[in-house]
Nanobody
């Protein structure tokens, strides 16, 4: 089974930006859609973005226009550029291979007002 490792989380002020990475190993991602999810404290994990094998993207309403998912199949990595962050974006962000139960360990994003 492939391994996914997220990175790039941190603490920022509202209005700031972060770029998350999800690096895959023991699996090549070029045949898979890749998803991003997040889990706020005390809440369920929710969908954030999906990037298909062609690069087509889908976003949750709450992040559309602020977040951008991308992929580099040569580097076997997907990215989530997050701009105009708000405190409501705080949570642990996870990547996942679409339609599988293969999750990364998550990276914490904290946005202060």
């Amino acid at each position: 089974q492939g391994q996914l490792v997220e990175s790039g989380g941190g603490s920022v002020q509202a209005g700031g930006s972060l770029r998350l990475s999800c690096a895959a190993s023991r699996i090549t991602i070029n045949g898979y859609g890749m998803s991003w999810y997040r889990q706020a404290p005390g809440k369920q994990r929710v969908f954030v973005a999906l990037i298909g094998t062609s690069g087509a993207t889908t976003y949750a309403d709450s992040v559309r226009g602020r977040f951008t998912a991308s992929r580099d199949d040569v580097k076997n990595t997907v990215y989530l550029q997050m701009d105009s962050l708000t405190p409501e974006d705080t949570g642990v962000y996870y990547c996942k291979i679409y339609a599988t139960s293969n999750w990364g360990q998550g990276t914490q994003v904290t946005v202060s007002a």
